[in-house]
């Protein structure tokens, strides 16, 4: 399934069951048939206790060690996923933080449970938002690295889709200038700043600033995820 495809489908959805199964369905489509997706925010500024969800289809067994254990007091995945702004593979964790005798173990006994080609999404947002998906395959040969960002935006999509249900206000409105919506059109078709610059005839510095407004007002932290929830919102077309 393309992700345009995607997208569009999933924006018809009429239910939370209909999202996930556009998005397992999505992700099949690169080898992963397994997902982890957890998600905490305060729905309201004043809303200190928030709200939380958990989906999953990890193998039970791998639920129940996991808890039996308290691996979430170790769990590398967990604790690199609070802090990354990027997709990342759980076999590159090792690179990017020191793990311990521990940590490689769970590592391992996660192999052994049948979970391979692990990849982890964060997926921060506003009002102390705190989510995460990971994806895994049962049968190991998933195409990981060279598609982290379209698993990333796929993911972005899943995560704005199936928690619109939940809000009870909606989406909140969003009013983008002319410059705006061109700056996010050429965003979507994967311009860097300086090309968008040359194609709007306006400097990169220009184009910078008109990426910020864009984050500030779509309330999100990166251009991937403006794209995705601009064409969510439809504020911008495919």
Not at 142 to 170: K, P, R, T
Not at 174 to 179: C, G, K, S, W
Not at 212 to 226: F, G, H, M, P, Y
Request: glycine share 10%; net charge negative; charged share 20%.
């Amino acid at each position: 399934m393309e992700i345009i495809d995607y997208i569009e489908a999933s924006n018809k959805a009429e239910t939370q069951e209909e999202v996930l199964a556009l998005f397992k369905r999505a992700i099949g489509d690169f080898g992963f048939d397994l997902v982890m997706y957890n998600s905490t925010r305060a729905v309201e500024a004043d809303d200190s206790a928030g709200s939380s969800l958990v989906l999953t289809n990890y193998p039970n067994e791998w639920l129940s060690l996991y808890g039996q254990k308290e691996f979430e007091t170790i769990d590398p995945v967990l604790r690199y996923g609070t802090v990354a702004s990027r997709p990342f593979s759980w076999d590159g964790l090792s690179e990017r933080l020191p793990l311990s005798k521990r940590q490689m173990e769970f590592m391992g006994a996660g192999k052994d449970a049948g979970l391979y080609d692990g990849v982890g999404i964060p997926l921060h947002g506003p009002r102390g938002e705190v989510s995460g998906i990971g994806l895994a395959s049962s049968s190991g040969g998933a195409e990981m690295s060279q598609n982290l960002s379209v698993l990333n935006a796929l993911a972005h999509q899943f995560h704005l889709n199936y928690w619109s249900f939940i809000e009870q206000d909606g989406n909140p409105m969003v009013a983008l200038t002319d410059r705006e919506r061109e700056v996010l059109h050429w965003c979507a078709q994967g311009k860097s700043n300086w090309a968008i610059g040359e194609i709007l005839g306006i400097s990169e510095h220009g184009v910078e600033f008109h990426v910020r407004n864009i984050l500030k007002k779509l309330e999100v932290d990166s251009r991937v995820t403006a794209v995705v929830k601009s064409l969510h919102l439809g504020l911008i077309t495919p």
